[in-house]
């Protein structure tokens, strides 16, 4: 079955543009289906990239591009300590090598190939464990990591050090990374050595890196949610499919 819309606006506006408003698909997936010839207006296939929709016309994707987009690869895994979420220097392992059948939770049809582009959406570090999403979606990806996502993400921290009310203040609000001033992030004590950040941005080591600021060290840091997504009681180093309705609620939830 096709997928079509038909566009409302004022004004005309760039078709890759309006779809990946639409939520259908990101802007880059748009302007390979038209690339692909799999999408029209109004019955004509549009064929430039730059084409601009007019108010009332209707855009339709063919039923083979909407076949690509829906079945766009998502994963979730508990990735382990000791392993990369992409790009590993020599020596290191990906997480990606951990999507085999033996650590597969649930059921799977398709398991990702040399040709399956999966890239993580929100990074942890090699020290770090818990929560992550590999995914192909550029809808996904913009919900969780675009420049507009204020998205929660929820991590566990064992830390050294002594946790004072002035630490405290300053993890909530008060420091700079890199230049440039942290937005507000809420911390709580939840045990004599344990911290919860909730935070709304993934600056590079970033809760490493405040706690650093404050005097304390962290020795075990894991992520339990991504917006309403949780990692629940998957064993680490398995992994399951993204369903459509966590999909749908990651997407919703910005």
């Given at each position: 079955?096709?997928?079509?819309?038909?566009?409302?606006?004022?004004?005309p506006?760039?078709v890759?543009?309006w779809?990946?408003?639409t939520?259908?698909?990101?802007?880059?997936?748009a302007?390979?289906?038209?690339?692909?010839?799999?999408?029209?207006i109004?019955?004509?296939?549009?064929?430039d990239?730059?084409?601009?929709?007019?108010?009332g016309?209707t855009?339709?994707?063919?039923?083979?591009?909407?076949t690509?987009?829906?079945?766009?690869?998502?994963?979730?895994?508990?990735?382990?300590?000791?392993?990369v979420?992409?790009?590993?220097?020599?020596?290191?392992?990906?997480?990606?090598?951990?999507?085999?059948?033996?650590?597969?939770?649930?059921?799977?049809?398709?398991f990702?190939?040399?040709?399956?582009?999966?890239?993580?959406?929100?990074?942890?570090?090699?020290d770090?464990?818990?929560?992550?999403?590999?995914?192909?979606?550029?809808?996904?990806?913009?919900?969780?990591?675009?420049p507009?996502?204020?998205?929660?993400?929820?991590y566990?921290?064992?830390?050294?050090?002594?946790?004072?009310?002035w630490?405290?203040?300053?993890?909530?609000?008060?420091?700079?990374?890199?230049?440039?001033?942290?937005?507000?992030?809420?911390?709580?004590?939840?045990?004599r050595?344990?911290?919860?950040?909730?935070?709304?941005e993934?600056?590079?080591?970033?809760?490493?890196?405040?706690?650093?600021?404050?005097?304390?060290?962290?020795?075990?840091?894991?992520r339990?949610?991504?917006?309403s997504?949780m990692?629940g009681d998957?064993?680490?180093?398995?992994?399951?499919?993204?369903?459509?309705?966590?999909r749908q609620?990651l997407?919703?939830?910005?």
């Amino acid at each position: 079955m096709n997928w079509s819309k038909t566009y409302e606006g004022t004004g005309p506006t760039r078709v890759n543009k309006w779809m990946g408003q639409t939520g259908v698909c990101s802007r880059r997936e748009a302007e390979a289906l038209i690339e692909a010839g799999l999408v029209s207006i109004d019955g004509l296939e549009v064929a430039d990239v730059g084409r601009k929709i007019q108010p009332g016309q209707t855009l339709t994707i063919a039923e083979a591009g909407k076949t690509q987009l829906d079945n766009r690869f998502s994963i979730v895994i508990h990735k382990p300590k000791g392993v990369v979420s992409a790009h590993p220097a020599p020596g290191q392992v990906p997480a990606i090598r951990l999507l085999t059948p033996e650590n597969l939770v649930g059921a799977c049809d398709i398991f990702p190939d040399e040709e399956t582009s999966l890239a993580p959406v929100g990074r942890l570090d090699m020290d770090s464990r818990g929560l992550l999403i590999l995914s192909e979606d550029g809808v996904l990806a913009k919900a969780l990591i675009g420049p507009q996502s204020e998205l929660e993400k929820e991590y566990l921290v064992a830390i050294e050090g002594i946790i004072t009310n002035w630490a405290l203040e300053k993890l909530r609000f008060g420091l700079m990374l890199d230049g440039r001033q942290l937005k507000p992030a809420q911390v709580e004590v939840i045990g004599r050595y344990r911290l919860r950040f909730i935070l709304q941005e993934g600056r590079n080591r970033q809760i490493r890196r405040m706690c650093e600021a404050v005097g304390l060290y962290v020795v075990d840091l894991v992520r339990i949610r991504i917006g309403s997504l949780m990692l629940g009681d998957l064993p680490e180093g398995k992994w399951r499919l993204l369903s459509a309705s966590e999909r749908q609620a990651l997407i919703g939830d910005v």
